[in-house]
């Protein structure tokens, strides 16, 4: 008789899968203190001791996650860039590896930074918003919120680019221009700071009284056009090539630092008057103002300017900080050398934006910061990301674009870079320009991680009747189809007033024709398409594209590509609504007939 | 219409606290073997960025809650996959535990009731 073994099937099922074993649970409790009266003595939290092999358990996701985000953003558009210039314009990424080095830097910078912004910056928003409407009398409020307006935008990643933009403007062709971005650029990111508090106001005082946004826009966008048209016709003062630059203004300020600070403020100002809840509404609208007083703000700025100082001025001050620099480029000081001039750059954006919350909060609040520790490491990872992202900026983004956008050019005219240039005929050459920018928005648009929760957010709201990918496809179509319209501009050397006329004129009659959530929505989404990627990538392309086409003012795609979408997501907006009430109607009808036949 | 309704028995409820986002992934690995139902709660945890000092600004403060009711007899299976899918055996993921149900009801397949409907 054979002999048998008996196995308990459990302890095989056991045994093949995982070691399990048994720990009771109060080996992990703290053993409990207690003083000679029998009370319970506190006790400071046990720190848990990490092997080396746990540390990088913990690390690895937290780090990994994170740049796979910045990295979905960044990697595919500079892929999309090199291999357009390898395959169809046949000319390999100069510099690639400085490139490569900057666009890593962009990456781990923009991580440093988003998550700085999460641990550091956003608590203070929250704290701020929830208890300054309950300490302050609303002006206090107002007051506080103006001045965050200022703060954020400084603190914005993509206002940077501005500045580095200016540096290829030419002083002879643009006076006005290259004065505004260089000697005054100070001023000019401060007057777009304040019309960013201004937004800030407005969209808060909007959230109480719950005004209906049409009239704002009216009221804010049509001087604003006018202001545009007057800059652009009235000849003897030479400001046509700012209007480019005022417009795009518009869509840098709208980034990752300012939507989020300045909406817990207002979020915060509107549930404290009992307000928060009824309006689903109430986060949209600061971002379409914030958007359009900058933009105001540098006409103004422009005008002032034009009005005070005369052209050659600023062509003979020009002249001398050019020789200056020449003198000083044998040996330039130690803050003007690469890694130090984006570090100052850094530290200027954040640190007085913090100092700011940071006086709000302890001196005209009295609050304490919970988890302090994780606050200030929060602080730190913001500037010093924000410094990497500079440098990353300077070397990466700025350089690629630059140089994508100065040898698309190439296709169907004849430029230095390309031997072989023009490399098609003129019409194929412009097709393939135009072609170019429009995958290149669609692409950069659809990653944009803002826009996916816009549409989640459209998609409650309309409960369902305005679908996520209808709205992004809407917006990413806008975007495109705006950057196209832009490269156009630069090849036909048309005023961009020839878009921007026809274009929100069209805006302001959907506005007039659509229900106030469209309304909200459609001019939301401009904002949301422009993050820190993007923004420094087309401002690049458009100057290197404009200076490869000898043309004066490289501004402006920014801008085509805002209003674009706006369009874009009204015109949907009015479809589906029609499509809902024919629906409505259709049911209607049919509840009507049974009951006849009943 | 007469409404009847059927109570289950021997049921379990898993609860796993993780870090906010790996929620879905332990609902993926639950949907692969064909248990539906997982809810999902968003929380705030305390104490653990306390507890690792330095390391804690890696773990994320937010949590999600999922809760999952598995028949008694899958428990250990189920209980293992979680386990698993979450990566509980890294500090600072979470943490889960499995309660028994007195009672729980829900919507019953009339093929299911009818094998029952004689006892």
Known sequence: MAKRHAIRFGDYIQAMVVDTQQVPFEELMPEPLFDRHGNEHPQPVPKLKLGGGDVVKVLQPYLSTRF?????????????????????????????????????????????????????????????GNTLPRKLPLVGVLFIAFLLGIGVTFAEPAIGALQVAGSIVDPVEAPYLYTLLNDRGGATVLVVGLGVGLAAVLGTVRFLRGWSLKPLIFMTVTPTLALSVIAWKWDPIGLSSIVGLAWDAGAVTTGPVTVPLVLALGVGVASA??????????????????????????????????????????????????????????????YEVTPWAEVILG????????????????????????????????????????????????????????????????????????????????????????????????????????????????????????????????????VATGL???????????????????????????????????????????GVTTGPVTVPLVLAMGLGFGNAMGSTDGFGILATASICPIVAVLTLGLYVQFKVKREERRIAKEFALEGEIV | MKRSFTTLTDATLITAVVQSGCGEVITDALLEIGIQGSTIHAAMGVGIRERLGALGVAIDAEREVVSVMVSSDEVDRIFERIFLAAKLDVPGNGFMYATPLLQAATYVPPSILSKYAGQ
């Open chain 1, 68 to 128: 796979i985000d910045q990295a979905r953003a960044v990697v595919p558009l500079a892929i999309y860039l090199a291999l357009f210039q390898y395959i169809v314009l046949q000319t390999p990424v100069m510099d690639a590896s400085i490139v490569a080095g900057g666009l890593l830097a962009v990456m781990v910078g923009l991580m440093m930074f988003m998550e700085g912004l999460k641990l550091g910056l956003m608590p203070f928003g929250e704290v701020i």
């Open chain 1, 484 to 526: 196209m319209l832009g490269v156009l501009k630069l090849i036909f050397d048309f005023h961009i007033m020839y878009i921007l006329i026809p274009g929100y004129t069209l805006g302001l009659i959907l506005t007039l024709l659509s229900t106030e959530e469209f309304v909200n929505v459609g001019w939301d989404s401009a």
């Open chain 1, 347 to 478: 530290v200027r954006a954040i640190v007085p934006l913090v100092i700011f919350l940071m006086i709000v909060l302890f001196v005209v609040l009295r609050e304490k910061m919970k988890s302090a520790f994780i606050t200030y490491y929060g602080i730190i990872m913001a500037v010093v990301g924000m410094c990497i992202f500079n440098v990353g900026l300077t070397y990466g983004l700025a350089k690629l674009g630059d140089q994508s956008g100065g040898l698309i050019a190439g296709a169907f005219a004849s430029i230095d870079a390309i031997s072989a240039s023009p490399l098609y005929s003129f019409s194929v050459g412009v097709a393939t320009a135009g072609l170019f920018a429009w995958v290149l928005g669609l692409g950069a648009t659809l990653a944009e991680p803002a826009l996916n929760a816009l549409g989640m957010t459209v998609q409650n709201l309309t409960n369902g009747a305005f679908k996520k990918s209808m709205l992004m496809g809407a917006v990413a179509f806008g």
């Open chain 1, 273 to 334: 008057a009992g307000k928060g809840a009824d309006s689903s509404l109430s986060g949209f609208g600061i971002v379409t103002l914030a958007s359009v007083f900058p933009i105001l703000g540098v006409l103004c700025l422009s005008f002032y300017t034009a009005l005070t100082v005369s052209p050659e001025t600023i062509i003979a001050a020009a002249a001398e900080v050019k020789l200056a620099a020449a003198m000083a480029a044998s040996q330039p000081q130690w």
